[in-house]
């Protein structure tokens, strides 16, 4: 086709309005698209643990900075910040993000007209004779969306995105929440083993009062035998809580990449376990879930498969493809330049399916099935949150309950051991009555060491369970 020619010119416009008009009329035949938003769920207005009290609106204590920031200790929050800076787990989420965002951008760039160069160089011999021709040239070509399939890709690319973002966070939670809960297990092992050295001392200080009565002839061998037992069992406690520590340890140094044995210098001085602020205010339900990564990952699954019931059903529609190409030839290679002969061409297609044996409208129908279960995958984690958030607070509240009971019993233990030690010396008891004393301070006292751990740890799960320190892509971090 000569496009200097006006017929031509003529002719190419009249093909392109009619191509045109063909479309825009097979677009009424379109259908609605439903709506992107996740299903609406009978979310309750409190949780059960409150007594049936709705909770106020407002979500945790107002504070700057991530949620392990409540508990006020800086080596958690040392130990968190490297752990989201170096552990392989989230490492591999921001390539997955990346990778996720190169390919919005793959999508997005097939909307765009594509151009290209080419070159051609022929040397073609006939009997006696040999001929040259060289070619340079420009290829052009554009598919005009009209009816929303490549925008639907875009789209469906972009919310896969927005999803692999989530995961990301939901990573970063998940790591968070895993080296917090070790970093309270440590605190706590190193209490017990604090505690149980504590009353082996005792235990030996008993034993030898055993020894000076057995030489005064005030006992028998029976009473220092029993002192010598007990010694020995609160001992071997010792490299049990020694051997748990150091695996601890171990496991906080691969957690913020590096060897295991890392650590052990840096956590080698003991500090009490770490708690949460006592006055940890709840959202509603409604609100705190959309905090969750997965939830927002799940939402985001939602608008993906929308996206592509869209792109499948917008592929049973006609496509218009406009492709022209811009030319040089010559029969020499510097003749390119100056003297070239310019051809050009400019052709607008259009392809109408008319029959694939109903796989278009059976492609729709996968993909909507696929849309239902994204929304079914959203119900099932939304109650799923609900139910993490429920047993952390059950388990909040029964630890508390459980600390409480457990401190004013190793009080009482410890007076009764004092007392018991004292009549032991001055010959008022016997012997089997200290040693009831001792081991039952050494549990009191081993409990509340353990309850306080728990009890860091219930808040530690409270807080992921409800989506609070979720790091976005950028670096920022949401509100606890």
Not at 95 to 101: N, P
Not at 232 to 240: D, G, L, S, Y
Not at 390 to 411: M, T
Request: aromatic share 4%.
């Amino acid at each position: 086709m000569n496009l200097r020619n006006p017929f031509d010119v003529r002719r190419t416009r009249a093909l392109l309005a009619w191509a045109a008009s063909a479309l825009l009329l097979t677009a009424c035949a379109l259908p609605v698209v439903q709506s992107s938003a996740p299903p609406a769920l009978a979310v309750p207005d409190h949780w059960s643990s409150t007594g049936g009290q709705a909770q106020a609106p407002a979500v945790l204590p107002e504070a700057p900075g991530p949620w392990w920031q409540q508990f006020g200790d800086a080596q958690l929050s040392e130990l968190i910040t490297q752990a989201l800076a170096a552990h392989t787990s989230v490492r591999a989420a921001r390539e997955a993000l990346a990778q996720a965002r190169a390919q919005v951008e793959v999508q997005a760039a097939s909307l765009s007209p594509q151009l290209g160069a080419s070159a051609q160089a022929q040397r073609a011999r006939a009997a006696n004779s040999t001929g040259n021709s060289f070619r340079a040239g420009l290829d052009a070509g554009w598919e005009l969306d009209l009816f929303g399939r490549g925008r639907a890709a875009v789209d469906a690319a972009q919310a896969d995105a927005e999803a692999t973002g989530a995961a990301l966070g939901s990573a970063q939670v998940s790591l968070a929440a895993e080296v917090a809960a070790n970093y309270m297990a440590l605190r706590g092992l190193q209490a017990r083993l604090a505690i149980a050295r504590s009353n082996l001392a005792s235990q030996r200080e008993t034993l030898q009062i055993s020894h000076w009565r057995l030489q005064a002839g005030l006992t028998s061998s029976l009473v220092t035998e029993q002192a010598h037992a007990a010694v020995e069992q609160t001992a071997a406690q010792i490299p049990t809580l020694e051997s748990s520590l150091a695996q601890t340890r171990h496991a906080l140094a691969v957690l913020v990449g590096q060897a295991p044995a890392a650590l052990d210098g840096a956590l080698a001085t003991v500090a009490p376990v770490p708690q949460a602020p006592a006055n940890l205010a709840l959202a509603i339900p409604a609100q705190t879930l959309r905090q969750r990564p997965d939830v927002r990952a799940a939402e985001a699954r939602i608008r993906a498969a929308l996206a592509r019931v869209s792109q499948a059903d917008a592929a049973r529609y006609p496509s218009l493809r406009i492709s022209g190409n811009l030319g040089l030839s010559a029969a020499t290679l510097g003749a390119l330049t100056n003297g070239a002969s310019v051809a050009s061409a400019l052709l607008a297609g259009i392809s109408v399916p008319l029959f694939d044996g109903g796989a278009a409208r059976a492609q729709v129908r996968v993909q909507a099935s696929a849309l239902e279960q994204a929304r079914i995958g959203y119900e099932a984690t939304v109650l799923e949150a609900l139910r993490e958030v429920e047993d952390a607070l059950v388990a909040l509240q029964g630890d508390r309950e459980r600390l409480a009971r457990l401190q004013a019993a190793a009080s009482a233990a410890a007076n009764a051991d004092l007392l018991a030690r004292q009549r032991y010396q001055s010959g008022l008891i016997d012997f089997p009555t200290v040693l009831d004393t001792q081991r039952t301070v050494l549990a009191a006292q081993d409990g509340v060491a353990s309850a306080q751990a728990s009890l860091a740890t219930d808040h530690v799960r409270l807080y992921k369970a409800l989506g609070g320190g979720w790091l976005s892509d950028t670096g920022g971090t949401a509100r606890p």
